[in-house]
């Protein structure tokens, strides 16, 4: 049987565009390969955001060329933002790549699998879901959860992005806002929920500015909608663009149970003059006001942010104001990077800060980030948490990491549970001993099929039910 692999790369939009490729190639009698060497089809979904993630591609591109010389008939094919933004010059630069895939081309890849698939010959290969959805993800952060991928799924709800921050290349690499309609962003969730999905996450590059085309119905309203579908345990949403935080939206997350209490509102540096260059359409004072409205109907979420520093023209004041905004907002989590220029973007052709005070700033920029992150973190120990499984962590294989409903990572020893018993069941209640700033550790006291399981099964009775070990 033909197989595949997919190995992700960049963004939420990212993971949501290779499960497409999942489903599509599943659809074409493909299964799906354990990793890119016993695979006849390699894809890599590529980001292009900043230099070092496109270096990273085109590293690992000349990697897999050691297995296209293996075997000439694999099939070597890379989709993604980098394959968009070089489709004129990648065929120089990776000549062994057999096909590429712009971010406006997925179902022309979907079309070449089917076209492929006849290459292949059959062997009796299981074909479940399940199955399909393992090694679909390039199995980063910080843990190799390839096997639960299934737990989480997330739901594209808009394409591309009209906002032109200077320095971003998302715009140029995906297109204007093009949002779905809501009645199949709708299909979609239920799709997901039928395959066991316990967490649905809606992305976008603004999420929160999706309108239907044909309604107006507005972020809120599909929020409203997808929390209310048949069988959904938890929902969250990424990424909200401050612009377009509304009242109604504040009152929603207020309202709705069934959401994960955090919210990611990037605000990428605390200074006005620099968020005019950036072109992000707000000032300082208008996200404090976004973040006090946020505050009143969701008091005890998580708020997580992005940031920038070096940017051109960043002084030290700027800096100094960047600072003391984390200082205030004690962000529970934050993304920070040193500013990378991008090729066809206005602010790539200002003049630029060496990278040397780009590396001090972030070093100092994440000193201030700690504390609030240590402060969000602290009163979890000596509480049970309920996390969705990730897998096994990526530094020790005989522990689990999961992600809390705030996003907070937790590392547990596995013990004898199986992997068959956390995939039926796998919301785990860890007891948290220890915070530290990237998330906490402790010890699994039970497991839940569903968020909203009061009475958990006990990791005690976990022998009766064994299956197989997770090592
Ligand atoms: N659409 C989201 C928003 O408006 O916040 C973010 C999308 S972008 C893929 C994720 C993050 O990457 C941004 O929030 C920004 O902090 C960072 N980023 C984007 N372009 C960058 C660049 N050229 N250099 C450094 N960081 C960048
Ligand atoms: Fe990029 Fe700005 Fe659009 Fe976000 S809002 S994707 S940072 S252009």
New binding site residues.
């Given amino acids: 049987m033909a197989s595949i692999y997919i190995e992700t790369y960049?963004?939420q939009m990212n993971e949501a565009d290779s499960q497409y490729i999942a489903d599509r190639a599943s659809a074409s009698g493909y299964a799906i390969a354990a990793d890119a060497a016993s695979a006849n089809v390699v894809v890599i979904n590529t980001c292009t955001?900043?230099d070092n993630a496109e270096k990273r591609a085109y590293g690992r591109m000349a990697q897999l060329r050691a297995l296209k010389i293996a075997d000439p008939g694999r099939k070597l094919v890379v989709c993604g933002c980098l394959a968009e933004q070089d489709r004129d010059v990648m065929i120089g630069k990776a000549p062994y790549v057999d096909a590429m895939f712009g971010t406006r081309d997925l179902a022309r890849l979907g079309d070449a699998l089917a076209a492929w698939r006849p290459e292949f010959s059959d062997d009796d290969v299981d074909l479940t879901a399940e199955s399909l959805l393992r090694g679909t993800f390039g199995g980063h952060g910080d843990c190799v959860g390839d096997a639960y991928a299934h737990v989480r799924a997330f739901v594209n709800v808009q394409r591309g992005?009209s906002?032109y921050?200077t320095?971003?290349?998302?715009p140029h690499v995906r297109g204007r806002f093009d949002n779905r309609p809501l009645a199949e962003i709708i299909r979609e969730v239920d799709a997901a929920i039928v395959r066991g999905a316990r967490e649905i996450t809606l992305v976008g590059?603004?999420v929160n500015a999706y309108r239907e085309p044909a309604t107006n119905a507005d972020f809120a309203d599909l929020v409203e909608l997808v929390a209310a579908r048949p069988g959904i345990d938890r929902l969250g949403f990424l990424?909200s663009?401050p612009k377009d935080y509304t009242p109604k939206l504040a009152a929603t997350m207020g309202a709705l149970p069934n959401l994960n209490p955090r919210f990611h509102l990037?605000v990428?540096c605390g200074s006005d003059p620099i968020l005019r260059r950036m072109n992000r359409k707000y000032t300082v004072a208008q996200y404090r006001e976004k973040i006090a409205l946020f505050r009143a109907t969701c008091p005890d979420w998580a708020l997580t942010t992005?940031?920038?520093v070096a940017f051109p023209g960043e002084t030290e004041d700027d800096f100094a104001a960047t600072l003391a905004l984390c200082d205030e907002m004690a962000f529970a989590q934050a993304?920070m990077?040193?500013?990378?220029?991008?090729r066809g973007?206005p602010?790539a052709l200002w003049e630029q800060i060496p990278p040397a005070t780009g590396h001090d700033r972030l070093v100092r920029l994440a000193a201030t980030i700690d504390r609030g992150v240590r402060a969000f973190h602290a009163p979890k120990v000596g509480r049970t948490v309920r996390a969705l499984i990730q897998g096994p962590s990526r530094k020790d294989r005989t522990k689990f990491a999961a992600k809390t409903t705030d996003n907070v990572t937790v590392i547990a020893p596995a013990g004898d549970l199986t992997e068959s018993q956390v995939r039926m069941s796998p919301w785990l209640d860890v007891r948290v001993d220890a915070a530290l700033t990237w998330g906490c550790t402790g010890e699994i006291v039970a497991l839940a099929s569903r968020f909203d399981d009061v009475t958990p099964q006990p990791v005690d009775a976990r022998a009766t039910i064994d299956l197989v070990t997770v090592r």
């Fill in positions: 960049g963004c955001v900043r992005c906002y921050c320095y971003c290349i998302v590059q603004t990424t663009h990037p990428q992005d940031l920038i993304f990077f040193v500013y990378s220029p991008r973007t602010a």
